[in-house]
């Protein structure tokens, strides 16, 4: 079992969704975040006075897949968040040791 | 007593009310302007002067303005303590006015609580709750009622020299702008200004209470017409006219110089040319009030830089916005008052006047500044060494909705906590 976390802009969530939605994902989890990597800051001003906004706002996804699913939904997932600009995000991968389904008691794949 | 003239007594008494409303909406075009842990804190200082200052008012602080002259135009005697005795205020015994006393008193007590609370946007963030209510109180006793008696009561000494002032240029803005310096002095900056970032946590509520504001600033000066007559619809519609050039002339010039339109620049250019009009608002014709207005946005833009170039931290800018407005419309009150739209006044430099009504303006400027200023310094400097005016670092830090009032302006969201009743 794998867990995929995509950084994604938060305009391309629904676009996100729709895809793995396409794929047969049943479930995913979202936080808003802020963070820079390539793309900066922008700058703001009030009455004059210059700030620089250090951390961009983003959209983290995070979804537990089967080993095997793991390419295709990665895929699916940068193609679906892509503009090809700057600032686009990430995704990384990371083995999963346990799952639970909390209602049902259920473990490992079954519980994806 | 005069005849009283329902429709006269029904405009002050609207006013009276339209006044009032601009308290909330200073607050809110205040609020928004600071970070979120202090955005109660600016609330409070400013809701807390409708309840401080309305009752010194009418135990005390009218009859000091409004008073029997005492002291060759300086203050007013003590007859009213109380509000006894209002049938024998200057100006109502002998017919010049056909409201009800009571009305006026109402009318000048909503004067009374907003001028201080417009101090309170220079001392933002760091400005001890227990040591703004004494500052306060003793302002409201000490400072406001002798300035609004020089200038608006028939005895007082700049009213008998013919200086103009239609709404309270010199009595509300450069009063508690000048104040508002002088406790910025004391107070010192916000800890890491101007390095850190503060920027305001939601300009919605600023751009809402600019919209009170203005709305409320029509009873503010028409109302001060004490009519429904002429005047008053002369003095609503440069009000307005004056708001929105101002708006215009900040917007360009923020334009040009920081490359952005931006809506707090609308917000502010158009406070700034509210206050501006103050004084004039019943004593110039339109192109005097657009003229006012252009002029006060622009300048009034440029003079935010004054604190960066000077060191001090007026947090919100009251001294730009408040202070060098109402100089702007104090005196280019001499250059364009029209004896045409109010027989009242006499005609400025440029309509002809000449000279004697600037140099009025000129002393009633300089008389408000160097009083309030003085008074406002000694105040503040007392309260320092006795009670401390600031929160110590830590509150600070933490935000004056917590350390000064227990209390947290947003709890958004089903995840904190409150715990469970001791």
């Given at each position: 079992m794998k867990l995929i976390t995509a950084i994604v802009k938060p305009f391309k969530l629904d676009d996100v969704r729709e895809a793995l939605k396409d794929l047969g994902v049943d479930g995913m989890t979202i936080t808003e975040v802020q963070g820079f990597g390539r793309q900066r800051g922008q700058t703001e001003v009030y009455r004059g006075a210059e700030y620089t906004v250090n951390f961009v706002p983003k959209a983290r996804v995070e979804v537990l897949v089967n080993d095997a699913d793991v390419g295709r939904m990665s895929d699916a997932i940068a193609e679906a968040a892509?503009?090809?600009?700057?600032?686009d995000g990430k995704i990384w991968v990371t083995d999963v040791d346990a799952v639970v389904r909390i209602r049902t008691g259920e473990k490992g794949t079954d519980a994806i | 007593m005069p005849e009283i003239d329902t429709g006269n007594t029904a405009w002050v008494l609207v006013s009276t009310a339209l006044v009032l409303f601009m308290v909330p909406g200073l607050a809110f075009f205040y609020a928004g302007m600071v970070r979120s842990k202090n955005a109660l804190g600016m609330l409070m200082q400013n809701f807390f002067s409708l309840g401080l200052v309305s009752v010194l008012w009418v135990i005390l602080g009218f009859s000091l303005a409004f008073g029997e002259d005492v002291g060759g135009g300086l203050v007013g005697a003590l007859d009213h303590i109380g509000l006894a005795n209002l049938a024998e205020i200057p100006g109502f015994g002998d017919g010049a006015?056909?409201?009800?006393p009571l009305a006026f008193v109402a009318f000048q007590m909503m004067f009374a609580v907003i001028t201080p609370a417009l101090i309170t946007g220079a001392t933002a963030d760091r400005l001890k709750f227990s040591a703004w209510v004494l500052f306060l109180g003793m302002w409201s006793i000490i400072v406001y009622p002798v300035v609004a008696h020089w200038v608006?009561?028939?005895?007082?000494w700049l009213f008998q020299r013919g200086a103009l002032d239609f709404a309270g240029g010199t009595v509300v803005h450069i009063n508690a702008g000048i104040a508002a310096l002088a406790l910025i002095v004391v107070l010192?900056?916000?800890?890491?200004?101007?390095?850190?970032a503060m920027p305001p946590h939601s300009l919605p509520l600023t751009l809402l209470g600019t919209g009170i504001l203005w709305f409320g600033w029509f009873g503010f000066n028409a109302g001060s017409a004490l009519g429904a007559n002429a005047v008053a619809a002369q003095a609503l519609m440069n009000t307005h006219i004056a708001a929105a050039a101002a708006m215009c002339g900040w917007l360009v010039v923020e334009r040009l110089k920081d490359g952005h339109a931006s809506t707090l620049g609308a917000a502010s250019g158009a406070v700034a040319g509210l206050v501006a009009i103050t004084p004039c608002a019943g004593f110039v014709g339109i192109w005097g009030s657009l003229g006012i207005g252009v002029v006060a946005g622009a300048v009034c833009f440029l003079a935010i830089q004054l604190k960066f170039r000077l060191g001090y931290d007026d947090s919100l800018d009251v001294i730009a916005v408040h202070l060098v407005g109402g100089i702007i419309g104090s005196v280019l009150l001499g250059l364009l008052a029209d004896s045409s739209v109010n027989e009242a006044a006499p005609d400025g430099l440029l309509l002809g006047g000449g000279t004697g009504l600037l140099v009025n303006q000129l002393i009633a400027v300089g008389a408000t500044l160097a009083f309030s200023g003085i008074i406002s310094l000694v105040l503040a400097k007392v309260l320092d060494i006795s009670i401390g005016l600031r929160i110590d670092d830590e509150q600070e830090a933490q935000g004056l909705d917590g350390s000064q009032h227990a209390e947290s302006a947003y709890s958004l969201g089903d995840i904190r906590s409150m715990g469970k009743v001791a």
């Open positions: 892509r503009t090809g600009k700057i600032g | 006015l056909s409201i009800p608006f009561s028939p005895g007082g010192g900056k916000r800890k890491g200004w101007p390095g850190d």
